[in-house]
């Protein structure tokens, strides 16, 4: 692993750290099923778990060693036997099997946590890696909570275990504590002071917990680090890990930085889903790369500016990462250019409309409701009203139906024609038949056949409201009509003129 210095290797922890939030524990075949998704994703080494935490952990791992191919499986240790004789156990199916040991490394860790000496956490450290150098070429070492470690001992500390046979040394901001530059400074402290350096990969492990994690990694990477330790969605202990995709779509897309990944963005969306609903934790909104709202638009000058030219606003291109396109949002606060850009989505043709007259009834409806949806615009352009939208449109001025057993169905329609009346009556085998050809008798467009009817209904109080789909053919092509209306007659001679007006 030491042939490319601007090759950075993804360490994925989410089913290690990553699972250690309450309420997200997964089942082996869930981690097998989200271990093989990484290793379509791409990452280096999978961290499949802490064997002598538990037997399902144990399993885990076993399972992980047998299912995955390609990636690195790593088990984590502490600096002791037993831990390292488990994992050496857990990971004899593993084609590239690595042992995680460490121990703190922090004045802090030394004195509170295990009451002991910098000179015997030493030690310690360097037994157990050449401990499980025994069994194992692949080993990784951690100096826990290095971000708040003194340098000098730090970088001590690694060397001794880069002479005694670690591989990969990791140094975690294990409380998320470093600023940027400090964390920076670290690693390049070590990178140049460490005597050995070149005979390992600096690893950097970071949390959120002062929402730095990416930023610091970051850091490293820029100092020479060249692994990176992540998470998909940024899960874990407290506030969570690096996340995996901010720190892919980071050096993909600044490409200055002169490192790359084997990773394959376009499977961002699709995992981060599963990780979601596997581990029940959901992926906040804003959340950068795989939120929802991540190439979601709803300001108007947003929406103008990225209509006219992506790059305006976004500097990902949805589609890497999974995504088939932004979504312009439609509020009250969006413009006639997002308005126009649904409309024509919807297969309404722009220059037989009056968008003016549109966008204000647009916005009485936007002001009541949060959010206006496919639905809403169909309603608003085939509903009460809709005479206004189009410049040359035909309207429904009135409608009546006469049907039953055994009365012939008729319908009597009055239809608006630029401003002029026209009526018509039409007898068909039920109401709606006899009210399209009530339609057609005044319109004189005898070559319309329906290829398509469908009615819906919403379902939105005391009084459902159906929706009607019409897909007509007229000249050799194709048009949606779409009609609403407590009445279904009504809402199916909505929806037919919808369509028409959209070629006569």
């Given at each position: ?11 994925d922890t989410t089913l290690r ?117 025994r069994f194992v070429e692949d ?167 990225v209509l006219k030219h992506r ?194």
């Amino acid at each position: 692993m030491l042939h490319d210095p601007n090759r950075i290797y993804i360490f994925d922890t989410t089913l290690r750290d990553g699972e250690q939030v309450p309420g997200c524990q997964l089942t082996t075949s869930e981690k097998v099923e989200i271990a093989l998704r990484l290793e379509a994703l791409g990452v280096d080494v999978i961290e499949a778990g802490f064997p002598i935490s538990s037997p399902g952990d144990f399993e885990s791992v076993v399972a992980l060693s047998k299912a995955v191919k390609e990636p690195v499986i790593c088990a984590l240790t502490r600096a002791n036997t037993k831990d390292i004789d488990a994992a050496v156990e857990s990971l004899k199916y593993a084609k590239r099997p690595r042992i995680h040991t460490g121990i703190g490394s922090s004045d802090m860790h030394i004195k509170y946590k295990f009451n002991s000496t910098r000179e015997d956490i030493l030690q310690r450290g360097v037994d157990a890696v050449k401990y499980a150098k025994r069994f194992v070429e692949d080993i990784e070492f951690y100096a826990e909570d290095a971000g708040r470690a003194d340098i000098e001992f730090l970088a001590q500390m690694v060397e001794a275990v880069i002479a005694a046979g670690a591989t990969v040394v990791n140094i975690p901001d294990t409380n998320g504590y470093c600023l940027p530059d400090q964390y920076g400074a670290k690693i390049k402290f070590l990178m140049d002071n460490v005597k050995n350096i070149d005979q390992a990969i600096i690893s950097v492990h970071c949390h959120n917990d002062l929402g730095l994690a990416t930023a610091n990694t970051i850091a490293g990477i820029q100092n020479g680090a060249r692994q990176a330790e992540c998470t998909i969605n940024g899960i874990g202990e407290r506030a969570g890990n690096t996340s995996l995709e901010e720190v892919a779509m980071v050096l993909k897309t600044h490409q200055t930085l002169n490192k790359y990944t084997n990773i394959n963005s376009r499977h961002f969306y699709e995992i981060s889903g599963m990780v979601s609903r596997m581990m029940r934790m959901p992926v906040q909104p804003n959340k950068a790369i795989v939120g929802k709202n991540a190439f979601a638009h709803s300001s108007g000058i947003h929406q103008d500016g990225v209509l006219k030219h992506r790059e305006n606003y976004e500097i990902i291109n949805p589609e890497d990462v999974g995504i088939d396109s932004s979504e312009i949002i439609l509020t009250a606060r969006s413009g006639r250019h997002a308005l126009k850009h649904h409309l024509e989505r919807l297969g309404y043709v722009i220059d037989k409309i009056n968008l003016d007259d549109v966008y204000e009834r647009f916005l009485v409806v936007a002001d009541s409701k949060k959010e206006i949806k496919d639905d809403d615009l169909l309603a608003l352009m085939s509903g009460e009203g809709s005479e206004r939208n189009y410049k040359d449109g035909v309207t429904v001025k009135l409608l009546q139906v006469m049907c039953g057993d055994p009365l012939l169905p008729t319908s009597i329609v009055r239809l608006d024609i630029n401003g002029k009346l026209k009526e018509a009556v039409s007898s068909g085998n039920g109401p709606v038949d006899a009210t399209i050809k009530a339609i057609n008798s005044i319109i004189e467009k005898d070559s319309i056949e329906i290829k398509d009817f469908h009615i819906d209904a919403i379902h939105g109080g005391s009084h459902d409201v159906s929706k009607v789909n019409m897909r007509l053919k007229y000249d050799n092509k194709h048009y949606n009509g779409y009609g609403f209306s407590t009445d279904i007659v009504a809402a199916s001679a909505n929806a037919y003129l919808d369509a028409v007006n959209k070629f006569i």
